[in-house]
């Protein structure tokens, strides 16, 4: 039984969704906002994680023929596996390229490819030096391509407190910054060549407060029970409240600038 209820929900969600609303709430982000730029488009998932955006960008038309393509970067093995496994469940067939690498890579892997799109949520409060992902990301996408990058917000308190992150010598998973701002992500963008064409709070008030009873009680089942409600407050958030600065992520699409 629950390996069919698993099925279920990769079929719908892209993953064995568990009902947090940060990650639905990027998902709903990601699939209102991606869209195939030409015939030839090709994505790139950088940190791919459990392979929700790589099964949703299929779904909308990425991977369908053979002159696109759908990439999948991580340096989990596991994870990889278990994104492949999905697809099959999902496509009925495996299409997406999996890379098993360090994003510090990144350059390497895809000197001899560029890609349209290229998607990087919740990995670059992870990386130590942001500024050399952020150069490798302008190094791999073309001109006119276009960065979807989510973050926390640096303004966002209910987890966070008054901690604040610094000084981090190692990249053990975990948190090496707080968070970020528009601000500074746009000055970090248009330091290689990027300019913002779109911003977005992500989760907010309403999902937030649901967001740490979640987090209080860490039950999965419990967390299952409540997915009406993350869909409820998502949707209530997104239409009363899309600017509010305290929310837990904001998302930015760029574009990659022609040059002249």
Not at 192 to 205: A, M, R, S
């Amino acid at each position: 039984m629950k390996k069919e209820l698993e099925n279920i929900f990769i079929k719908i969600f892209g993953v064995v969704f568990n009902g947090n609303c940060a990650v639905y709430d990027r998902y709903i982000w990601l699939k209102n906002n991606l869209i195939i730029l030409n015939d030839n488009c090709k994505v790139l998932d950088i940190g791919c994680g459990n392979g929700w955006a790589l099964f949703l960008a299929r779904k909308k038309g990425y991977g369908t023929y053979i002159f696109k393509e759908i990439v999948g970067l991580s340096n989990e093995d596991h994870a990889l596996k278990k994104i492949e496994y999905r697809e099959k469940i999902i496509f009925g067939q495996n299409h997406i390229n999996l890379i098993n690498s360090n994003i510090k890579n990144l350059t390497e892997n895809f000197k001899d490819k560029k890609f349209e799109i290229v998607i990087n949520l919740e990995n670059i409060e992870h990386v130590i030096d942001d500024e050399k992902l952020i150069n490798d990301i302008s190094n791999v996408i073309k001109p006119g391509g276009l960065l979807y990058l989510t973050t926390p917000n640096l303004f966002y308190k209910e987890l966070y407190k008054d901690e604040i992150i610094k000084n981090i010598k190692i990249e053990d998973g975990g948190h090496v910054v707080r968070g970020y701002t528009f601000s500074n992500i746009k000055d970090l963008l248009k330091k290689y060549d990027f300019q913002i064409v779109k911003e977005e709070y992500l989760t907010g008030p309403l999902s937030i407060r649901l967001y740490s009873f979640q987090r209080f009680f860490l039950n999965k089942y419990v967390n299952l029970f409540l997915i009406p409600l993350v869909v409820i407050f998502n949707f209530i958030d997104r239409i009363f409240f899309s600017n509010y600065n305290n929310s837990h992520s904001i998302a930015v699409i760029a574009q990659k600038k022609y040059i002249r």
